[in-house]
């Protein structure tokens, strides 16, 4: 008797007093974000024929545009992704198009951390963590080394050389899931510890199954704390970064974004549950 009410009471005491809030969630809607058009001839829509869940979702799309040589973003944008030392979960769902082309394979950009790195003069926009597709695969990846004010660019634009003390950047990809399709939902959630040293982590799970852990490694710039965006949506980056080209014949690309989260719980980026 004493050892089950010894029990019922620890087990009262660890019940948490509040429930913990996500600090943002978008179940598929226009209101909420940060007012940025899409660029070229990009479209960004609150839709009601093709959700995740509830009575609406989020359509961006991208048309490709021969001579063209500046970029195709169609994203949503969520000013406050993180600080450098932040640990926060971020989730959203995802769908491309039935007749996605992914033959020849080329980049198409789905989620990203970015921040201004303009006042560094080494860079401008600075992408650390993105969320793209090449061919099936759906790849993510980390940026590591140093962009801070008032110290030397790397020379000749080479961005991976960080000797001596110079501002420089690198990045690793990894691959989440081998076999991507078209018209069907992929519910992802992602875990990151943003740190600069070899203290950070970064876990994903797609439709709550893991597909990448890493622990104790650096997952960020050091950077003087600046805020970074996380934003969703589409960027058809390859058609910029491959020469301006458009590989194979499909220059119309959509994809659908619904129920989208940040929070410190796993729930609070779960597009199941937020
Ligand atoms: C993920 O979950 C959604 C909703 O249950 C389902 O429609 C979809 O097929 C799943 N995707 C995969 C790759 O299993």
Same mark, same amino acid.
């Given at each position: 008797?004493?050892?089950?009410? @010894? %029990? !019922?009471?620890?087990?009262?005491?660890? @019940?948490?007093?509040?429930?913990?809030?996500?600090?943002?969630?978008?179940?598929? &809607?226009?209101?909420?974000?940060?007012?940025?058009?899409?660029?070229?001839?990009?479209?960004?829509?609150?839709?009601?024929?093709?959700?995740?869940?509830?009575? &609406?979702?989020?359509?961006?799309?991208?048309?490709?545009?021969?001579?063209?040589? +500046?970029?195709?973003?169609?994203?949503?944008?969520?000013? $406050?992704?993180?600080?450098?030392?932040?640990?926060?979960?971020?989730?959203?769902?995802? *769908?491309? =198009?039935?007749?996605?082309?992914?033959?020849?394979?080329?980049?198409?950009?789905?989620?990203?951390? /970015?921040?201004?790195?303009?006042?560094?003069?080494?860079?401008?926009?600075?992408?650390? %963590?993105?969320?793209?597709?090449?061919?099936?695969? !759906?790849?993510?990846?980390?940026?590591?080394?140093?962009?801070?004010?008032?110290?030397?660019?790397?020379? +000749? $634009?080479?961005?991976? +050389?960080?000797?001596?003390?110079?501002?420089?950047?690198? %990045?690793?990809?990894?691959?989440?899931?081998?076999?991507?399709?078209?018209?069907?939902?992929?519910?992802?959630?992602?875990?990151? &510890?943003?740190?600069?040293?070899? %203290?950070?982590?970064?876990? &994903?799970? /797609?439709?709550?199954?893991?597909?990448?852990?890493?622990?104790?490694?650096?997952?960020?710039?050091?950077?003087? $704390? *600046?805020?970074?965006?996380?934003?969703?949506? @589409?960027?058809?980056?390859?058609?910029?970064?491959?020469?301006?080209?458009?590989?194979?014949?499909?220059?119309?690309?959509?994809?659908?974004?619904?129920?989208?989260?940040?929070?410190?719980?796993?729930?609070? =980026?779960?597009?199941?549950?937020?």
């Amino acid at each position: 008797m004493l050892i089950q009410s @010894l %029990t !019922l009471a620890l087990g009262l005491l660890s @019940l948490p007093t509040t429930h913990a809030v996500p600090e943002f969630a978008n179940h598929g &809607t226009t209101s909420g974000w940060v007012d940025v058009k899409p660029e070229a001839q990009g479209t960004k829509a609150e839709v009601t024929n093709v959700v995740y869940r509830g009575t &609406t979702g989020l359509k961006v799309t991208q048309t490709f545009i021969p001579g063209y040589q +500046d970029r195709y973003h169609s994203e949503y944008v969520y000013n $406050n992704g993180y600080k450098r030392g932040d640990t926060k979960f971020y989730g959203f769902a995802f *769908r491309l =198009a039935d007749a996605w082309e992914f033959d020849p394979p080329q980049s198409f950009n789905i989620a990203q951390f /970015i921040a201004d790195f303009g006042d560094t003069k080494c860079d401008d926009w600075s992408p650390t %963590t993105m969320v793209y597709l090449r061919g099936r695969t !759906l790849y993510s990846r980390v940026k590591t080394g140093q962009l801070l004010p008032g110290k030397p660019c790397p020379p +000749d $634009n080479d961005k991976g +050389d960080c000797s001596g003390g110079k501002n420089c950047q690198n %990045t690793r990809e990894f691959a989440l899931k081998t076999d991507i399709d078209g018209g069907v939902w992929y519910r992802m959630t992602f875990q990151i &510890t943003w740190k600069s040293d070899a %203290t950070g982590q970064f876990k &994903t799970w /797609i439709n709550g199954t893991k597909v990448h852990e890493e622990f104790n490694i650096p997952t960020t710039l050091l950077d003087d $704390n *600046r805020e970074f965006s996380f934003r969703v949506g @589409l960027y058809a980056n390859g058609w910029h970064d491959d020469n301006h080209q458009m590989k194979g014949s499909q220059g119309f690309r959509q994809v659908w974004i619904d129920e989208v989260g940040v929070g410190s719980e796993f729930k609070d =980026a779960d597009s199941d549950r937020l």
